[in-house]
T-cell receptor
Framework: AQKVTQAQTEISVVEKEDVTLDCVYE???????LFWYKQPPSGELVFLIR??????QNEISGRYSWNFQKSTSSFNFTITASQVVDSAVYFC????????????FGQGTRLTINP | ETGVTQTPRHLVMGMTNKKSLKCEQH?????MYWYKQSAKKPLELMFV???????ENNSVPSRFSPECPNSSHLFLHLHTLQPEDSALYLC??????????????FGQGTRLTVV
């Protein structure tokens, strides 16, 4: 079975603070992909990043960075110098290649950046 | 603009009504999906279509009836719904069927309220 856990239901920080969103996953597949999506108030899920299970390199894109730790089955997302526009619900997701091949989402973390 | 367009954006319907949700993508993708997003629940995969053929029905009640006339269009026909069916219904598309090698693109969703 595949499962994604985002233990933080809601996070609220003041603008310019750094914030880390946690994601822990479970899968029996040896090959899988992990994703982060952002859902602003408008509703659509905006793709942020995809990472395959063989690539443990951390990635940085502007103020966003991702830390993939296969040993702890975690794929955490950090926003540096947060801005009000970063306020949204963030979803971590997983799909296994060998198994059911369903994109499984975590419950999401609602991030509020206060001015 | 995500490339996936859903109409209508909002829908209020009575329990005896029949309505349809529409999803359209012009990304040249082969796979399309319906997800349900209820308050405080993870996104639930409802249906998957690949090259117009349904490949997944995730134990969805028969009052939800999908239709995929071509790879660019996906419908969700609704009839005799219950108040607990009120949710955000999201359509997504991807190049491949669930292999994770490409990301899924999401529409903005239809906010459905059943009264």
């Amino acid at each position: 079975a595949q499962k994604v856990t985002q233990a933080q239901t809601e996070i609220s920080v003041v603008e310019k603070e750094d914030v880390t969103l946690d994601c822990v996953y479970e899968t029996r597949d040896t090959t899988y992909y992990l994703f982060w999506y952002k859902q602003p108030p408008s509703g659509e899920l905006v793709f942020l990043i995809r990472r395959n299970s063989f690539d443990e390199q951390n990635e940085i894109s502007g103020r966003y960075s991702w830390n993939f730790q296969k040993s702890t089955s975690s794929f955490n997302f950090t926003i540096t110098a947060s801005q009000v526009v970063d306020s949204a619900v963030y979803f971590c997701a997983l799909i296994g290649v060998q198994g059911a091949q369903k994109l499984v989402f975590g419950q999401g973390t609602r991030l509020t950046i206060n001015p | 603009e995500t490339g996936v367009t859903q109409t209508p954006r909002h829908l209020v319907m009575g329990m005896t009504n029949k309505k349809s949700l529409k999803c359209e993508q012009h990304l040249g993708h082969n796979a399309m999906y319906w997800y349900k997003q209820s308050a405080k629940k993870p996104l639930e995969l409802m249906f998957v279509y690949n090259f117009k053929e349904q490949t997944e029905n995730n134990s969805v009640p028969s009052r939800f009836s999908p239709e995929c006339p071509n790879s660019s269009h996906l419908f969700l026909h609704l009839h005799t719904l219950q108040p607990e069916d009120s949710a955000l219904y999201l359509c997504a598309s991807s190049q491949d069927l669930g292999r994770g090698s490409t990301e899924a693109f999401f529409g903005q969703g239809t906010r459905l309220t059943v009264v």
